[in-house]
């Protein structure tokens, strides 16, 4: 077995020192009703070439994003990633290395979150960030746990624009822990709907922009409505490219920011893994949840950095944590950094201009088809439509002739009563041609 | 200057006590990197949690030694939390409690019980 | 002759004292210091070649930025040699033994890494038409399947997103199940002082209140004390087996037939399941939920930190509660079940958007299959040898926590052998980083003091133990002997000495900040 260095003489040697007369004697304290004297009924061992075979057969039976058009967002973005971000990610002592807990010879690590943290906050216009959580939906669930704990105040309210998914991973945590939710029914354009729904027991209201139906909004009215009833201001963001073109969280007055980081630097990998990027105001910072980094000097009073404010954590402070927890997105947020640093601001800013404009085209030409209507009035990469028919139906239909034409909103909240309604997400690896087979295999397919 | 068998310190004038962690408990601690003082107007009942003391590596109730009510927070400990390890049973008090029930001062340790007290630690 | 000697010398002069020899410019060598992106990027630099957009009518006037966001650029060549520098200062698996117990610090087979980013597997959305993804969903059907065979479990939700993630996955099903039954009142859950911070941490996150188990003196599960706090008032029990003192909860069995006698279901935080991954089938033992670690028994690379993946297995009794999604499977292919209506309107919710942890189910696939059954039964036990011989090779200058009988994959010492010399656990492990090693896991458990545990795996040689266990002997003996200066300022070869947690904690610096006037925008 080629990961396995000990030899048979090694075992017997080593069972020697141990003072033991087989590997039996040391599973010793295993009940006997547990114990086996045969493998369990799997395949045995096989070599490269073998595994390669069937990890092959399956990819093969999956149609990749690179293959033809597609227009799938709803919180997953295929962007470009220059490929020194997977070179890099892949060096030794990044993917290898565990939690920089010792942090005289995890420099390269620490060093990275400071830059990652640095970045989030510039992004999303707050005070500090961490150094990530799992997910933009699980960043979410945190964020209202916090702002629980910040307001001591028992409810959330959702807008009707934050994605249906991200509902359900704020549902499970919120419900776990006694915060009630109200979201409000699927709304393409009224995210400002949750100003109503604010009352003296709200903790927070969480709002998404670009939302789900790809509708960007200014929150800054949001915010005054919540700040007035001494509720948070939660902004979600799905996509991480709309930074560089809109106006950032915190200019619009938001306490705590959370975001799906994926689309910088990161593939899409059927979902995950992803990495969820967390900002807030300073002042909340020891209820925030995950790590943090912060910079220091060692003994000789050279620039270092280390974890810090640890006593938040489940290692340290156990059942009063501020989230359990533990292991992150470390990977993919260097893979953010990475592609980050590349950008800089000025990539960044063409970067999201360029599918801004790709989304426009994207509408222009879909908006000339008789029966198909554009229904998001403000948005960055992607947008609702309107079908004649069963949006689901639709896009199997186009999928059969090579196009992923998007996603049935019904598929992330099924009785919505928006069956008609498709999501059509557009980034700067559209091409031109993509957009013209699109708008005339739609047409064809709503006649 | 009264004790308490969890290293807190009580000092009473008129019907207001000031309360800190000892000069043994800010030794054990280590170095204290941030307290969490109590809300003016909060009643606490002996007891009770009263603040949070943190080191880098731990995080220490610190128990209300007294029942009454929050009356003053130590701001100064913010910026400087360091002065609890500088001076504990002085600068370094955490809170003004208005005491409800002066009798409980009486039945805390003086300084020579607590230092016998220590002594067996 | 023609005397040529022109040649430069060819052999070291000879050496004088270099203590304390420093460079002129403040680096060591081949070790820089590495400025922050923000000290070594432009405003206007950019490592990327994009089309220009092409102006057309936009309806977000008043939307838009108009302040500068300060981001720094890099060129290509300026990123790769920041980021190539910064991974220099990093401690990895494939530099050398990473001992860290409880963390299963093994290689990291790179043909997983192959797979994983094989366009069908990599470069496919969560959200595409399930038609078009059906080898993604059979892969997570043929892992469900290989997790379920190899514990013994009926059911898994795969979705949990690490470890701590699992746990909560696991007590909301639990919770479900209480109240579906009507049992909602049931709200303790009881876990030994030696487990992860994640079981109280995640048990307070369900409103549970957490109430400690006692420890016997060998390091197990106290049966009588358990047997005393459970009642009708208790929903679960979190116990990690085998347990975070490197040891098998001999008890299990009754542990289990105790704790449904009660009423409770049994928790098991599966983060050792790496000792007994093919021998020992946590469903013969009467577990109801267990967590697995990806990152830790099925080898995807930590990171850094993450990510992760911490798939569930679940009982009869669990399994209608289970999260969504889920895969099915019928004459017309795969199908992922997003929604929990219908026959699943028991599912107690989803654990986060999508699917899961796609990344990590191929790489732990490609993982499963290169060992086999037959393998992976030969990984619990290889990583129970070495972990005994490391131990069996230390006991006599150090101080074994539970000396009586086997350990499982990890060895545990306290600091009793430290005492009267000076030296802290926190000492010995910064000296081991001088010599090479990343430290073990110190003080934890919490019920051993000054705890020392080491998680060898599976992965390490026999050579590459010796040398570790040689380096561990040989400062065993100057602590003993009292070399002190060697252990107090420990790390001296690292590329930074201690740093300070103290300030780092005092005055928060969590990101970068102009120490010039702010940068203008770009353009």
């Known amino acids: 077995m080629r990961y396995l260095p000990l030899t048979p003489e090694d075992r017997a040697d080593m069972l020697g020192v141990i003072g033991a007369g087989s590997i039996d004697e040391l599973f010793v304290d295993v009940p006997a009703v547990a114990r086996r004297s045969e493998p369990v009924d799997l395949p045995h061992h096989a070599g490269e070439i073998e595994v390669e075979r069937e990890l092959l057969r399956l990819s093969r039976r999956n149609r990749s994003a690179a293959e033809g058009p597609f227009f799938v967002g709803a919180g997953a973005y295929r962007h470009h990633v220059p490929a020194t971000v997977d070179h890099i990610i892949q060096r030794s002592e990044f993917l290898t290395s565990y939690t920089p807990y010792q942090p005289e010879i995890a420099q390269g690590t620490l060093q990275v979150l400071f830059e990652f943290q640095s970045q989030v906050a510039a992004l999303t216009g707050m005070d500090v960030a961490n150094a990530s959580l799992y997910d933009g939906s699980t960043a979410t669930a945190e964020a209202v746990m916090m702002a629980q704990r910040v307001t001591r105040k028992n409810k959330a309210v959702l807008s009707g624009g934050v994605h249906p998914q991200y509902v359900g991973a704020v549902e499970t945590l919120a419900h776990a822990a006694g915060v009630a939710t109200l979201r409000l029914p699927a709304a393409i354009d009224a995210e400002d709907a949750v100003i109503a729904a604010i009352d003296a027991d709200t903790a927070c209201v969480v709002v998404q922009t670009p939302n789900v139906f790809g509708t960007a909004t200014d929150v800054t009215k949001i915010a005054e409505a919540a700040h007035a009833a001494g509720a948070l201001l939660i902004v979600v963001t799905t996509e991480a490219v709309s930074y560089g073109l809109l106006k950032s969280p915190g200019a619009m007055g938001a306490d705590i920011a959370v975001a799906e980081g994926q689309s910088i630097g990161n593939g899409l990998n059927f979902g995950g893994p992803y990495v969820g990027l967390f900002a807030c105001k300073e002042k909340f910072v020891r209820q925030a949840p995950g790590r943090l980094c912060g910079e220091t000097v060692d003994a000789d009073g050279k620039r270092g950095f280390v974890l810090t404010l640890s006593t938040r954590e489940q290692h340290i402070r156990r059942d009063k944590a501020t989230s359990n927890i533990c292991t992150n997105s470390g990977l993919c947020a260097l893979a953010f950094s990475i592609h980050m640093s590349l950008l800089g601001e000025q990539g960044l800013r063409q970067l999201a201009s360029l599918n801004h404009q790709k989304a426009l085209a994207t509408a222009k030409a879909l908006a000339a088809i008789p029966g198909v209507e554009i229904l998001t009035p403000r948005f960055f990469n992607e947008f609702a439509v309107r079908l004649p028919k069963d949006a689901a139906e639709v896009v199997e239909t186009l999928a059969a002739h090579g196009v992923i034409a998007g996603v049935p909103y019904s598929r992330l909240e099924p009785g919505s009563g928006l069956d008609d309604v498709l999501l059509v997400a557009t980034t700067e690896t559209t091409l031109d041609t993509d957009i013209t087979f699109f708008a005339k295999l739609l047409a064809g397919a709503v006649q | ?121 | 002759m023609s005397m040529n000697n022109v040649g430069r010398p060819t052999r070291p002069e000879a050496s004088n004292d270099d203590a304390g020899f420093a460079s002129l410019s403040g680096g060591r060598g081949l070790l820089q210091d590495e400025p922050l992106i923000f000290e070594l990027g432009g405003w206007t630099k950019t490592g990327v070649d994009l089309p220009d957009a092409v102006p057309a009518d936009s309806a977000l006037a008043g939307l838009t930025r108009d302040e500068p966001i300060g981001l720094p650029g890099l060129s290509e060549p300026e990123a790769v040699r920041h980021y190539v520098r910064l991974s220099q200062k990093n401690h990895a698996i494939d530099l050398a033994l990473y001992p860290l117990g409880s963390c299963t610090m093994k290689h990291n087979p790179r043909l997983n890494e192959k797979m994983a980013r094989l366009p069908g597997l990599s470069d496919i959305h969560p959200l595409q038409p399930q038609s078009t993804v059906q080898g993604a969903i059979e892969l997570m059907d043929r892992l469900a399947h290989w997790l379920k065979t190899l514990t013994g479990m009926p059911a898994v939700a795969l979705s949990p997103k690490a470890g701590a993630h699992g746990e909560l996955c696991g007590l909301l099903a639990i919770r479900a199940a209480h109240e579906a039954a009507g049992n909602g009142h049931r709200k303790t859950v009881l876990a030994p002082t030696s487990a992860h911070g994640t079981n109280p941490a995640t048990a307070a996150f369900c409103g549970y209140t957490v109430v400690e188990i006692a420890q016997t003196d060998d390091g197990r599960v106290d049966l009588a004390d358990l047997e005393s706090k459970l009642g009708d008032h208790v929903a679960a029990i979190m116990v990690t087996n085998p347990n975070t003192c490197g040891l098998f909860e001999r008890d299990v069995v009754e542990i289990a037939r105790l704790t449904h006698a009660a009423g409770a279901y049994f928790y098991c935080d599966g983060a050792n399941f790496n000792a007994i991954v093919g021998r020992v089938r946590p469903g013969d033992l009467g577990v109801d939920a267990m967590h697995i670690n990806l990152h830790k028994t099925f080898s995807t690379p930590h990171g850094g930190g993450g990510p992760g993946a911490g798939p569930v297995v679940l009982s009869e009794a669990l399994a209608p509660f289970a999260p969504t999604p889920w895969v099915v499977h019928d004459d017309s292919g795969y199908r992922l079940v997003e929604e929990a209506v219908g026959p699943a309107a028991q599912a107690f919710g989803r654990m986060s958007a999508f699917h899961g942890q796609m990344g990590m189910y191929v790489r732990a696939y490609a993982y499963m299959l290169s060992h086999g059954a037959d393998g992976l039964r030969q990984v619990a036990e290889d990583a129970v040898l070495n972990a005994n011989y490391v131990k069996a090779r230390l006991s006599d200058l150090m101080s074994p926590a539970f000396p009586e009988g086997p350990c499982m994959h990890e060895a545990l010492f306290d600091d009793a052998w430290l005492e009267d010399t000076g030296v802290t656990t926190l000492d010995f492990a910064k000296a081991m980083i001088d010599e090479g090693f990343h430290p073990m896991t110190m003080y934890f458990p919490l019920v051993v003091h000054g705890a020392m545990l080491i998680e060898p795996t599976e992965t390490e040689s026999k050579a590459e133990l010796d040398r570790f266990i040689d380096a561990l002997r040989l400062l065993a003996e100057a602590a003993k002997a009292g070399e002190t200066g060697r252990f107090k300022n420990a790390p001296h070869l690292a590329p930074l000495k201690r740093l300070d947690e103290t300030l780092a904690a005092r005055k928060p610096k969590l990101k970068w900040k102009p120490v010039a006037p702010a940068p203008l925008a770009a353009e």
């Not at chain 2, 009473?12 to 990197?33: F, K, M, P, S």
């Open chain 2, 1 to 121: 200057m009264r004790f308490t068998k969890d290293h807190e310190w009580v000092a009473v004038e008129g019907d207001i006590a000031t309360v800190g962690i000892t000069a043994y408990a800010a030794e054990q601690l280590g170095d204290v990197v941030f307290v969490e003082v109590p809300e003016v107007g909060k009643t606490v009942a002996q007891g009770e949690g009263l603040a949070v003391v943190e080191s880098v590596k731990a995080a220490s109730d610190v128990y209300a030694p007294v029942s009454g009510e929050v009356v003053e927070a130590n701001a100064e400990l913010g910026d400087a939390p360091e002065t609890v390890n500088a001076v504990p049973e002085a600068g370094g008090w955490f809170a003004k409690l208005k005491l409800s029930n002066p009798a409980e001062v009486d039945a805390l340790m003086d300084r020579d019980a607590y230092e016998a007290f220590l002594s067996t630690l």
